[in-house]
């Protein structure tokens, strides 16, 4: 019933494996080729919904992708048809075909992205304080990262990435139905309905979580 109702929203997490320079290079610039377009085609082309992004995040040395769409017209099936449709063909329509100059473009971007994270000593210390605390100690991950960014050919990225997104045994989904935020304690008391998907399979585990508010006494 639940990935049946309107009003909802589907987060599906792609899981990249493990964390190395290389790997988390190619998942940055994965989605920031991915990620302008995934709001262009589903929230302003097809007008799915109001809601759409995509991200990279690093934990416990797993890399993975997110990318979450909100509809209040259709249902989270529909939702997640349209999310997994895009990602499963965008890549071969833009990316296989996309030409030198163009990828060269891409790579000139990412790369001054890369460089303007640490512009300033604040943002030097904070990521140097990350390398402490993951035990990684690659204190010049930057200079390693944009070595490796320009030996980084477009057929290899599109295998990689390629390889990633059609894998469907690497997605895990959600999706959030009938969810509604109000001011007042009596809506916020309110259960709220989520389904689990793990992608091949067709079951769903349905978990009720309260949202409860906090008075100041």
């Excluded at 100690?137 to 070595?147: D, H």
């Excluded at 960014?149 to 477009?154: A, E, G, V």
Aim: net charge positive.
């Amino acid at each position: 019933r639940c990935v049946q109702e309107t009003d909802c929203e589907v987060v599906c997490f792609i899981n990249i494996g493990q964390d190395s320079l290389l790997q988390r290079l190619k998942s940055g610039l994965f989605i920031h080729f991915i990620h302008n377009p995934f709001y262009q085609v589903l929230r302003q082309k097809k007008q799915i919904g109001y809601l759409a992004g995509s991200e990279f995040d690093l934990r416990r040395n797993l890399n993975s992708w997110t990318f979450h769409l909100s509809s209040s017209k259709m249902s989270g099936k529909e939702v997640l048809e349209e999310m997994e449709n895009f990602l499963d063909t965008y890549i071969d329509v833009e990316l296989k075909q996309m030409k030198k100059e163009e990828f060269e473009t891409l790579v000139d971007s990412y790369r001054t992205l890369i460089l303007e994270n640490e512009n300033t000593m604040d943002e030097r210390v904070w990521l140097n304080w990350k390398e402490v605390v993951r035990e990684d100690y690659e204190f010049k991950r930057k200079e390693r990262e944009i070595e490796a960014l320009d030996k980084l050919k477009q057929k290899e990225f599109y295998k990689w990435a390629s390889n990633i997104i059609k894998d469907k045994s690497r997605r895990y989904c959600v999706i959030l139905s009938g969810a509604k935020v109000h001011s007042n304690d009596k809506h916020l008391k309110t259960p709220v309905s989520y389904t689990h998907l793990t992608l091949p399979t067709i079951y769903s585990v349905q978990i009720s979580v309260v949202a409860v508010s906090l008075k100041k006494k």
